[in-house]
């Protein structure tokens, strides 16, 4: 009996490794030092921190294998004392990977470019066993990845990171120059000089059909096609949802209306519109979801779903996209400053849509920058990592800003000073204020395994966005009877 205790065939060695494995992946949440490791994007060979979730969501059930290898060794020893160990560790790793991509599932801001973002559509090509063949911390290339980085380097240049991140901005401000323009003709389209649907004294206010028709295009864009847009383009799947849907849908224009309504003593109608906005957007996502999995399942049945072969990941490819962006940037912006200038001398109402389209793209590129906040959490051990506190700061924030300009307004009671705050109102503030993301995460929320935390998001933002709302509009109309 002695010689079968004996452990001659027992891998100490490797044993040791899955510890150290286990220890790297304690370290990624005490936000110790970096950990690097080479993974492929596209067809490149580029080093990340392998916190980032792109190497986590592939080795997420690592834990798992590990273990199982040890099994395979024939070591009752790891079987019975690192069973529960290795599963415990698991279990705990992917919750707090699931409460990232929850937070981050409508935005997760400049934290891509960073190596930060959690996006569970990108692969890695390497497994931790050749990442962490290495001693002292230093990371080499697999064989395979080593004729891989020489064969891209070879017949491929490198779009510099910094241009990628213009490149980046650039698409913002277009398509949130976009978003701008249809939201201004949906209110006129289905405002009182019009379909006369929408109005500023009945529940349904003037961009309900924006953030309806927002919220309907995030389920399609935002979460179903959304990897596969990423495929073509990761550019294009910002400008797309963060950019265009973004700026489309406004939370700060809906908490407005709100608040005019109850500043004019219509309380029901107030939370009447704040109940209706927030049920439709919401089903509407859902019927977005719905018809779009559908209709991917179609083109998935007839072969149609081929997002490689419009793949844009040439060097050349995305200069020349760089530089047609650029032109229609400055396009946009002249047509829009010279614009905005002839009807605002003039004092004509139109301005407020050229003075939006000039003054949008910063509020879409400071919700872009705010968002990077979305899935870290509070503290330093990172506490609520599925609260998105960026878009929660970018709604709450315009919102507020919006009350106070309408305060200035009534304050000031001019033509030109209402053209001028309505035009911030409708650019900056629209486009730094979001339903499309919002919904996004509520979304997410309400499918993942807690959805009573989409119930307190959904009221902590209404609540705190309306009371300050309240304080900052509300009371100074009431006190200084402001008309």
């Known amino acids: 009996m002695g010689a079968n205790l004996s452990l001659p065939f027992f891998n100490w060695k490797r044993l040791l490794k899955r510890s150290s494995v286990l220890f790297i992946h304690r370290r990624l949440y005490q936000k110790m030092e970096p950990i690097n490791g080479y993974v492929h994007e596209g067809s490149e060979t580029v080093q990340r921190d392998i916190r980032n979730p792109e190497f986590v969501t592939q080795s997420e059930s690592f ?122 003709l949906l209110q006129k389209l289905f405002g009182p000089s019009v379909a006369g649907t929408t109005s500023d004294q009945t529940p349904l206010y003037l961009d309900l059909p924006s953030n309806m028709v927002g919220s309907f295009l995030m389920g399609w864009l935002g979460i179903v096609f959304k990897a596969d847009i990423n495929e073509v383009s990761d550019l294009l799947a910002i400008g797309l949802t963060t950019g265009f849907l973004g700026s489309l849908t406004t939370f700060s224009g809906w908490n407005q209306k709100m608040l005019d309504l109850s500043a004019e003593g219509h309380w029901v109608n107030s939370m009447v519109g704040l109940l209706i906005g927030m049920l439709l957007v919401v089903m509407l996502i859902k019927v977005g979801v719905d018809t779009a999995t559908g209709f991917r399942y179609l083109l998935n049945r007839r072969g149609m779903l081929n997002s490689s072969t419009w793949k844009v990941d040439s060097y050349k490819g995305q200069l020349i996209l760089f530089s047609v962006f650029v032109l229609m940037l400055g396009l946009l912006w002249f047509i829009s400053v010279a614009s905005a200038r002839i009807h605002l001398e003039r004092d004509h109402i139109s301005a407020e849509l050229w003075l939006a389209c000039i003054v949008g793209p910063p509020g879409v590129w400071l919700r872009f920058v705010l968002a990077r906040l979305n899935g870290r959490g509070l503290g330093r051990n990172g506490l609520m990592k599925w609260f998105p506190f960026g878009t929660l700061a970018a709604n709450v924030f315009a919102a507020c800003l919006m009350a106070a300009l309408a305060t200035i307004r009534n304050v000031v009671a001019t033509k030109r000073c209402d053209i001028i705050v309505t035009g911030i109102q409708l650019g900056f503030l629209g486009c730094l204020s979001t339903v499309s993301t919002f919904v996004a995460e509520v979304y997410t929320m309400g499918t993942s395994d807690h959805p009573r935390r989409a119930y307190f998001y959904s009221m902590v933002t209404i609540i705190l966005s309306f009371a300050l709302g309240t304080l900052i509009y509300s009371v100074p109309v009431w006190t200084k009877g402001y008309q």
């Not at 063949?133 to 380097?153: F, I, M, N, T, Y």
Request: a neutral charge.
């Open 63 to 184: 834990s798992h294998l590990s273990y199982q290898k040890d099994v395979e060794m024939g070591s009752s020893f790891g079987r019975r004392k690192n069973a529960g160990s290795w599963r415990k560790n698991s279990t705990s790793f992917s919750q707090v990977l699931d409460d990232i991509s929850v937070a981050q599932s409508g935005d997760s801001g400049d934290r891509s470019f960073r190596g930060e973002g959690c996006s569970r559509s990108s692969s890695l090509r390497f497994g931790p066993d050749e990442l962490l063949s290495v001693e002292d911390g230093a990371r080499e290339l697999p064989e395979d990845a080593q004729s891989l980085s020489q064969s891209s380097k070879d017949n491929q240049k490198s779009f510099p990171p910094s241009l990628k991140y213009i490149s980046c901005l650039i698409h913002l401000a277009v398509f949130g120059i976009m978003g701008v323009f249809a939201r201004y």
